[in-house]
Nanobody, 124 residues
Protein backbone atom coordinates (compact mmCIF):
# COMPACT_ATOMS: atom_id res chain seq x y z
CA UNK A 1 0.00 0.00 0.00
CA UNK A 2 1.21 3.49 -0.89
CA UNK A 3 0.05 6.65 0.80
CA UNK A 4 0.40 9.99 -0.96
CA UNK A 5 0.32 13.41 0.71
CA UNK A 6 0.23 16.59 -1.35
CA UNK A 7 1.40 19.95 -0.05
CA UNK A 8 2.14 23.36 -1.49
CA UNK A 9 -1.24 24.55 -2.65
CA UNK A 10 -2.58 28.00 -1.89
CA UNK A 11 -3.77 31.31 -3.23
CA UNK A 12 -1.65 33.12 -5.79
CA UNK A 13 -2.16 35.98 -8.20
CA UNK A 14 -2.21 35.41 -11.94
CA UNK A 15 1.31 35.23 -13.28
CA UNK A 16 2.66 33.85 -10.03
CA UNK A 17 4.22 30.50 -9.20
CA UNK A 18 3.64 27.59 -6.86
CA UNK A 19 5.43 24.30 -6.31
CA UNK A 20 3.40 21.30 -5.29
CA UNK A 21 5.00 18.35 -3.57
CA UNK A 22 3.72 14.82 -3.16
CA UNK A 23 5.39 12.67 -0.53
CA UNK A 24 4.91 8.93 -0.86
CA UNK A 25 5.23 6.19 1.70
CA UNK A 26 6.59 2.77 0.85
CA UNK A 27 9.78 1.32 -0.56
CA UNK A 28 8.39 0.82 -4.06
CA UNK A 29 7.99 4.50 -4.96
CA UNK A 30 11.00 4.46 -7.26
CA UNK A 31 9.40 1.77 -9.43
CA UNK A 32 6.10 3.61 -9.92
CA UNK A 33 5.08 6.11 -12.56
CA UNK A 34 3.56 9.22 -11.00
CA UNK A 35 1.07 11.79 -12.15
CA UNK A 36 -0.61 15.06 -11.33
CA UNK A 37 -4.27 15.54 -12.13
CA UNK A 38 -6.69 18.33 -11.28
CA UNK A 39 -10.39 18.89 -10.88
CA UNK A 40 -12.09 22.27 -11.04
CA UNK A 41 -15.57 22.85 -9.59
CA UNK A 42 -18.23 21.43 -11.87
CA UNK A 43 -15.69 19.83 -14.17
CA UNK A 44 -14.27 16.37 -14.63
CA UNK A 45 -10.85 15.42 -13.39
CA UNK A 46 -8.18 16.09 -16.01
CA UNK A 47 -4.62 15.06 -16.64
CA UNK A 48 -1.94 17.67 -15.96
CA UNK A 49 1.47 15.98 -16.07
CA UNK A 50 2.95 12.52 -15.61
CA UNK A 51 6.44 11.09 -15.18
CA UNK A 52 8.03 7.68 -15.52
CA UNK A 53 9.79 5.82 -12.73
CA UNK A 54 13.20 7.23 -13.68
CA UNK A 55 12.03 10.67 -14.71
CA UNK A 56 13.11 10.03 -18.27
CA UNK A 57 9.63 10.24 -19.74
CA UNK A 58 7.23 13.08 -19.09
CA UNK A 59 3.95 14.13 -20.66
CA UNK A 60 2.05 17.37 -20.23
CA UNK A 61 -1.43 18.56 -21.02
CA UNK A 62 -1.41 21.15 -23.79
CA UNK A 63 -2.93 23.69 -21.42
CA UNK A 64 0.12 23.60 -19.12
CA UNK A 65 2.94 22.82 -21.52
CA UNK A 66 5.76 25.34 -21.19
CA UNK A 67 4.46 26.58 -17.83
CA UNK A 68 4.47 23.50 -15.58
CA UNK A 69 7.32 21.09 -14.88
CA UNK A 70 6.99 17.69 -13.25
CA UNK A 71 10.01 16.12 -11.56
CA UNK A 72 10.80 13.49 -8.95
CA UNK A 73 13.40 12.69 -6.34
CA UNK A 74 13.36 8.95 -5.70
CA UNK A 75 15.76 9.29 -2.78
CA UNK A 76 13.13 11.44 -1.05
CA UNK A 77 10.09 9.53 -2.30
CA UNK A 78 8.72 12.79 -3.61
CA UNK A 79 7.29 14.08 -6.87
CA UNK A 80 6.97 17.78 -7.64
CA UNK A 81 4.94 20.03 -9.87
CA UNK A 82 6.48 23.44 -10.49
CA UNK A 83 3.78 25.77 -11.76
CA UNK A 84 4.77 29.08 -13.34
CA UNK A 85 2.79 31.79 -15.11
CA UNK A 86 -0.35 30.66 -13.37
CA UNK A 87 -3.72 31.58 -14.82
CA UNK A 88 -7.16 31.77 -13.21
CA UNK A 89 -8.18 28.72 -15.25
CA UNK A 90 -5.52 26.70 -13.36
CA UNK A 91 -7.70 26.98 -10.25
CA UNK A 92 -8.55 23.46 -9.11
CA UNK A 93 -7.86 20.77 -6.56
CA UNK A 94 -4.62 19.09 -7.61
CA UNK A 95 -4.17 15.38 -6.98
CA UNK A 96 -1.06 13.24 -6.97
CA UNK A 97 -1.39 9.67 -8.22
CA UNK A 98 0.84 6.59 -8.37
CA UNK A 99 0.74 3.82 -10.96
CA UNK A 100 2.14 0.34 -10.25
CA UNK A 101 3.99 0.36 -13.53
CA UNK A 102 7.16 2.17 -14.59
CA UNK A 103 5.65 3.84 -17.67
CA UNK A 104 3.17 6.67 -17.10
CA UNK A 105 -0.30 7.03 -18.48
CA UNK A 106 -2.38 10.15 -19.06
CA UNK A 107 -5.53 8.29 -18.02
CA UNK A 108 -6.46 8.74 -14.39
CA UNK A 109 -8.25 5.41 -14.19
CA UNK A 110 -4.94 3.66 -14.81
CA UNK A 111 -3.50 4.91 -11.52
CA UNK A 112 -3.71 2.81 -8.39
CA UNK A 113 -3.18 5.25 -5.52
CA UNK A 114 -4.35 8.81 -4.97
CA UNK A 115 -3.64 11.57 -2.51
CA UNK A 116 -6.26 13.69 -0.81
CA UNK A 117 -5.62 16.71 -3.02
CA UNK A 118 -4.42 20.26 -2.46
CA UNK A 119 -6.31 23.40 -3.46
CA UNK A 120 -4.74 25.84 -5.90
CA UNK A 121 -6.54 29.14 -6.40
CA UNK A 122 -5.32 31.71 -8.91
CA UNK A 123 -6.84 35.17 -8.66
CA UNK A 124 -7.09 37.52 -11.61
Amino acid sequence: QVQLVETGGGLVQAGGSLRLSCAASGRTFSTYAMGWFRQAPGKEREFVAVISWSGGITYYADSVKGRFTISRDNAKNTVYLQMNSLKPEDTAVYYCAARRLRIPSTRGNEYDYWGQGTQVTVSS
